[in-house]
């Protein structure tokens, strides 16, 4: 980690994150709970709230809709995916380059790490290429380190959420977003094992607001540094309001309860 290469993605050194690469992970499902979440439109201008600190999208949404969100949204260039209609092992497909994503006026890099996945090596040294690429143009790495294929049982439990956490390190990501590991005890060891990197908790699918909430504040209690988060915010109906209490949470010093009333 290169100390400052994640402010321009960061507020008083926290990330939130707003993830819209689902069209691609996950396909047209994502935006059935909110229909109109369909149109990358709508999820740029959520990100000009103030409480999103970058906006991670993949190549072509970027280049349709980024020119005229530049000066207000910090762009976060998720450089690989892969479909869900892809049923092999674990993979991702590196899909734009650093210096498009440069060009395009990126302030940082995304990258999906499948540790464990047949395909990790290749990944890995995709990873390096990225990595590197990113620091030429100084821009921000953020890893999304998910552990995952072949044999793993629990992609989610402790000890493989801080390995996950640790190949973020190890890598030279700035940030790593892990899931979250059940617990805040949990979280703190994964942030013991990234030593400088930021881990980032991953929003996953949509709770309630309570338990949205308290997971969040159990996480920045462990010591998260923010989180990364798609369905949680965008799936809402009223998107704003849970960006206002993640505000409160995240940069207020706000309980749950108080973050509810905002
Ligand atoms: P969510 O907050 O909606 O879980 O989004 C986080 C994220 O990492 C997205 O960036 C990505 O599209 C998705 O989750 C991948 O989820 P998975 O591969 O676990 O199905």
Same mark, same amino acid.
């Given at each position: 980690m290169i100390s400052g290469a994640d402010d321009a993605i960061t507020r008083d050194g926290k990330a939130l994150i707003l993830a819209y690469d689902h069209g691609i992970e996950h396909g047209p499902v994502d935006f059935e709970p909110n229909p109109a979440t369909a149109d990358p439109e709508r999820v740029f201008d959520l990100?000009?709230?103030?409480?999103?600190?970058?906006?991670?999208?993949?190549?072509?949404?970027?280049?349709?809709?980024?020119?005229?969100?530049?000066? +207000?949204?910090?762009?976060? $260039?998720?450089?690989?995916?892969?479909? #869900?209609?892809?049923?092999?092992?674990?993979?991702?497909?590196?899909?734009?380059?650093?210096?498009? $994503?440069?060009?395009?006026?990126?302030?940082?890099?995304?990258? =999906?790490?499948?540790?464990?996945? #047949? #395909? &990790?090596?290749?990944?890995?040294? &995709?990873?390096?290429?990225?990595? &590197?690429?990113?620091? &030429?143009?100084?821009?921000?790495?953020?890893?999304?380190?998910?552990?995952?294929?072949?044999?793993?049982?629990? +992609? =989610?439990?402790?000890?493989?959420i801080a390995y996950a956490a640790r190949l973020g390190l190890e890598l030279g990501a700035d940030v790593v977003k892990v899931k979250y590991p059940g617990s805040g005890e949990a979280m703190a060891k994964a942030a013991r094992m990234a030593g400088p990197t930021k881990v980032v908790m991953s929003g996953g699918s949509k709770? #309630?607001?309570?338990?949205?909430?308290?997971?969040?504040?159990?996480?920045? +209690?462990?010591?998260?540094? %923010?989180? $990364?988060? %798609?369905?949680?915010?965008?799936?809402?109906?009223?998107?704003?309001?849970?960006? +206002?209490?993640?505000?409160a949470l995240m940069f207020e010093g706000a309980t749950v309860e108080e973050a509810l009333t905002y």
């Open positions: 990100a000009t709230h103030d409480a999103v600190t970058a906006l991670a999208v993949g190549k072509g949404v970027a280049e349709s809709y980024y020119p005229s969100y530049e000066d +207000d949204v910090a762009l976060l $260039a998720k450089l690989n995916g892969t479909s #869900n209609l892809w049923m092999g092992e674990p993979d991702s497909a590196v899909n734009w380059s650093v210096d498009h $994503a440069a060009d395009l006026g990126a302030d940082a890099i995304g990258f =999906t790490l499948y540790g464990g996945s #047949n #395909n &990790e090596v290749e990944m890995a040294e &995709e990873f390096r290429d990225a990595q &590197e690429g990113a620091r &030429e143009h100084d821009m921000g790495v953020v890893m999304w380190s998910y552990p995952r294929g072949q044999g793993l049982k629990n +992609d =989610t439990s402790p000890d493989t709770t #309630n607001d309570v338990a949205f909430l308290e997971t969040v504040a159990a996480a920045l +209690d462990g010591g998260a540094e %923010g989180l $990364a988060v %798609g369905r949680n915010v965008f799936q809402r109906e009223n998107p704003g309001e849970i960006l +206002d209490a993640l505000e």
